[in-house]
């Protein structure tokens, strides 16, 4: 038994290095001068170029600039997202309208579609609309989310009709309804749901860069992209804009762990 409690405490002890390695390298040479990132043995040590690190990527890229402009896209669509999602989630759960499971169905047949298929269009619509180069054209194709509407939807399948009708009876409107009762009950769900939107705004790559043309306007992803020249690259500029892209997404996940976990195991359980 202390043989196998042993082996178990190594297993788990491996497991957490391959996870946490890499990221310890990546913040270690993020401090280290570029001549050293790819030496061997690896430097696991802090080094002494940090500060100079960072001034040298605020000279590159406009690091604050970059970093408000990647968390207005990402809170922005995320906000958008989840509110579109839920309106949406509840219409599809609990109102019972004519062609309700053919919409559904052609919203579900959405996700099959590769994001690729739809840049020409989407760009053309924002191009139309003067919106090129500007918050909005990266916002806006975010914020309907064919799965944040399947997950609101099938998580407020969930909620006994008796409980929304009681509260209706009561003289609470739809919008009361929804907020009084839907989110407070959902509140996992949604920060979930929100965890995930979160992500994927605040790491997209290929949208961003077809939408913005002044370096003023670029998010962290595609600022980052630009330290990568044809002839010579900056690495520990490059990882250092990695590592502080990190840094908000662990703290929303920190922050949200319980909610997130609540929500992903959210209809787990037999009624």
Known sequence: MKARGTLLTLLLAGAFGL???????????????DRDVFSWPPKLLPGGRLMENLQGLQESI??????VNSLVVAGLQTAGAVVVSVLAGYAFAKFDFRGRNLFFVLLLSTL????????????RMMMDMGLIDTY???????????????LMRQALRSMPDELLDAARVDGAGELRVLWRIVLPVNRPVIAALALFVFLGGWNQFVWPLIALRSPEMYTLPVATATLQGLSTTNYPQVLLASAIAAIPVMALFLVLQRQFISGLLAGSTKE
């Open 112 to 123: 099959v579609i590769p994001d690729t298929v739809m840049l020409i269009p989407i760009f």
């Open 62 to 67: 406009g690091l604050d600039r970059v970093l």
């Open 136 to 150: 909005p054209s990266v916002v806006l194709p975010g914020l309907v989310t064919p799965f944040g509407i399947f």
């Open 19 to 33: 996870c946490v390695g890499p990221f310890w390298w990546l913040a270690m040479a993020a401090t280290q001068h």
